[in-house]
């Protein structure tokens, strides 16, 4: 049918690691409140990094919510997340101007594509 879920805000309020058993999500989503000081705080920096790797491991995409910088959103790279939601790209918009919005702006890839000429 298409329907991914997504586990929003995970690693806070009632989410849990049995939702992971429990739900077939397609995707994790960091809270923001892990995102926001990861720059300077090691432990949500760690926390981050696994949520990353424990999305990947279990074959998840992973969004990270409430970038608003270059630092945290090079660190997202840096790790794989997969996809990014925040003010670094854009404050809200009326729905009526997204579609215009997303089409004048050039996809920014998140983790480097794959050179299979580099690799061979």
Request: charged share 25%; glycine share 6%; hydrophobic share 45%.
């Amino acid at each position: 049918m298409g329907v991914v879920l997504a586990l929003d805000d995970f690693g806070t309020g009632y989410s849990s690691f049995s939702y992971l058993r429990q739900f077939r999500a397609g995707k994790l989503k960091i809270d923001r409140s892990f995102v926001r000081d990861l720059v300077s705080d090691r432990d949500d920096a760690a926390i981050v990094a696994v949520i990353i790797a424990l999305g990947r491991t279990l074959r998840m995409r992973v969004v990270a919510e409430g970038v608003e910088n270059e630092a945290q959103m090079a660190f997202l790279r840096e790790h794989g997340c997969d996809e990014i939601q925040g003010y670094y790209f854009s404050k809200p918009v009326p729905a009526a101007c997204a579609a215009e919005m997303l089409l004048s702006v050039p996809p920014v890839p998140l983790v480097p594509a794959f050179d299979q000429e580099s690799a061979s």
